[in-house]
């Protein structure tokens, strides 16, 4: 008996502990720290039997935006409440209704809506302010002026002295499962501008909660892996296998059903994707190329690769952790910027697509994988820089603010053993060799 009561406790002890791991490693991304989606109503009218509300979403995730087909925001009522109309966004079931017998029918009777945003051709006289954007998100380093959703909806069947209380339950799908919402509380009065920011307005009342994400919850395996070469090494280090999935034994299959992948596109998140069959089986890989090695400065490739059959990447984005990130940098066909560290030795930098041009990553064919590259020039800080050990190949890279699987150290490209030759060559050097041989023959 005491030996079983033994096992139980340290079975116990080991969930607890990989409870603990999950939280830390899967629910908080040290790259962005304060990422979070923060929703918040604002009650600006009060009305008989109710109140007139509006919501706002907001994406504070520096590199994680909300894709097609958009957020999904719901909650449980706490009295009785009804939705009567609703503007910028609707309710996607208007429940039982038959209360209101001789009244306009109300918006949604759910006792628990979900709401979902309109397209931007809706309808004028439905657009309020900052409404109707298909329920995508931008990430808040890309585009902060697209970052944020607001919608209004009237809000009665309270009675005539309506004691007002939050929502409570907010669920957030963004667009599928993985964020969770804290309780929607009481906080300060949002304080707005009007008539050009010379009059200042306040909401009676503002209730908030903060949704964060996690890979944990969502229960999605990798999306994409990262592989690597040099141009001093005739090596291709490939993603590592099985990092998204294994394939079928089958090696002529061309299209392979990879499972436990939430696609996007789709309401009914069925947990299957078709991708291109590889060893990696991973949707989108990532390809670092170091290109060249000059004096001042060194360049890469860097190419993205769609194997997914179905779906388009858009406004797809990159994020790089590498100490050479400290020193200039240009990137001729992706737009890029410089995040915070915190606290991080290796720097972190952002790649996203350029607008009509390559921001939209397409779905794969039958004979061929779709990509975008660009080629990266950096200033080389010389009291570090090196080609050895794998110090110019990147750390850390996310896709779309999912983690990439990256090659073990041990497979690396490395510098061959005669490594002289790839020092970078003066040109003063090769200008005096130049004139020297020019005299000796003329």
């Not at 079975?11 to 607890?16: D, E, H, Q, S």
């Not at 925001?73 to 039982?96: H, V």
């Not at 141009?231 to 294994?246: A, E, L």
């Not at 090696?251 to 499972?259: A, G, H, P, Q």
Request: glycine letters at 6%; a negative charge; one cysteine or more.
């Amino acid at each position: 008996m005491g030996l079983f009561l033994s096992l139980e406790r340290s079975l116990a002890l080991m969930l607890i502990s990989l409870i603990t791991a999950c939280t830390l490693s899967d629910c908080y991304d040290p790259l962005d720290p304060n990422g979070n989606i923060t929703v918040t109503f604002d009650i600006n009218q009060w009305i008989p039997e109710g109140y007139v509300a509006r919501v706002t979403i907001q994406n504070y995730y520096q590199y994680r935006h909300v894709d097609k087909p958009g957020w999904k925001l719901g909650w449980t009522w706490a009295k009785n409440e009804t939705i009567l109309s609703m503007a910028g966004a609707f309710a996607t079931k208007q429940g039982n209704c038959s209360s209101f017998k001789f009244q306009t029918p109300p918006h949604s009777c759910e006792k628990s809506p979900v709401i979902a945003d309109l397209m931007p051709d809706a309808l004028s006289e439905n657009k309020p302010d900052g409404c109707c954007h298909g329920g995508l998100l931008a990430a808040w380093a890309i585009n902060p002026s697209k970052s944020f959703s607001s919608f209004e909806m009237t809000i009665g069947n309270l009675g005539t002295n309506p004691n007002v209380q939050a929502p409570i339950n907010l669920t957030l799908m963004a667009p599928g499962p993985g964020y969770t919402c804290d309780l929607i509380e009481d906080t300060d009065p949002s304080v707005y501008s009007d008539i050009g920011g010379k009059r200042q307005l306040q909401a009676y009342r503002t209730w908030k909660s903060t949704c964060t994400y996690s890979s944990f919850i969502a229960n999605q395996a990798p999306v994409c892996c990262v592989s690597l070469s040099t141009f001093y090494n005739p090596k291709i280090t490939s993603c590592p296998t099985c990092s998204c999935g294994c394939r079928e034994a089958d090696k002529n299959t061309v299209s392979c059903i990879r499972e436990g992948y939430s696609e996007p596109e789709s309401d009914s998140f069925d947990n299957n994707d078709i991708v291109k069959c590889t060893d990696h089986m991973c949707p989108v890989r990532i390809h670092w190329h170091i290109m060249t090695n000059y004096v001042t400065h060194w360049k890469v490739k860097l190419t993205i690769s769609n194997y997914n059959y179905e779906r388009n990447y858009s406004n797809w984005n990159v994020l790089i952790q590498h100490p050479g990130f400290s020193q200039s940098t240009t990137a001729y066909s992706f737009n890029s910027t410089m995040l915070p560290s915190f606290g991080f030795s290796d720097e972190v930098a952002l790649f996203w697509g350029i607008e009509y041009y390559n921001d939209e990553l397409l779905y794969a064919e039958e004979d061929k994988v779709s990509a975008v590259s660009t080629q990266i020039l950096l200033r080389k800080d010389l009291d570090s820089f090196t080609l050895r050990n794998g110090w110019a190949l990147p750390r850390r890279i996310y896709f779309n603010g999912e983690d990439c699987q990256m090659p073990l150290p041990d497979t690396f490209p490395m510098l061959p053993n005669v490594s002289s030759s790839l020092k970078p060559t003066n040109p003063v050097f090769l200008l005096c060799i130049y004139l020297t041989f020019k005299r000796l023959f003329t």
